[in-house]
């Protein structure tokens, strides 16, 4: 007997604790994501203000927001520069 065709069905059931778990799981991942992009935008703008506005040099403002200097400024490019480039890009 030749076979020329055969049909593959995919049909998963994982125990309904399980499937709980993944859904969990899947829905906090995306809210994790979602507030690692706030907490990005808060602190370039922080960043700004505190850089800009207040006079800091860029390794204090980053002491202050507990992050490293170089997670604060690429080199070389002022603040302003590299603020809005940010804030465009997220909201694109």
């Given at each position: ?16 604790e ?59 490019e ?7 480039s ?7």
């Amino acid at each position: 007997m030749s076979v020329e065709r055969a049909e593959f069905v995919d049909d998963v059931r994982l125990p309904r604790e399980a499937l709980a778990a993944v859904r969990r799981s899947r829905r906090s991942r995306a809210r994790a994501v979602e507030v690692r992009e706030e907490a990005a935008a808060a602190t370039t703008v922080a960043v700004a203000r505190l850089v800009d506005d207040a006079g800091l040099g860029v390794r204090d403002a980053a002491y202050l927001l507990g992050v490293s200097f170089q997670r604060v400024q690429p080199a070389g490019e002022p603040v302003s520069v590299w603020l809005w480039s940010s804030v465009a890009r997220q909201r694109s």
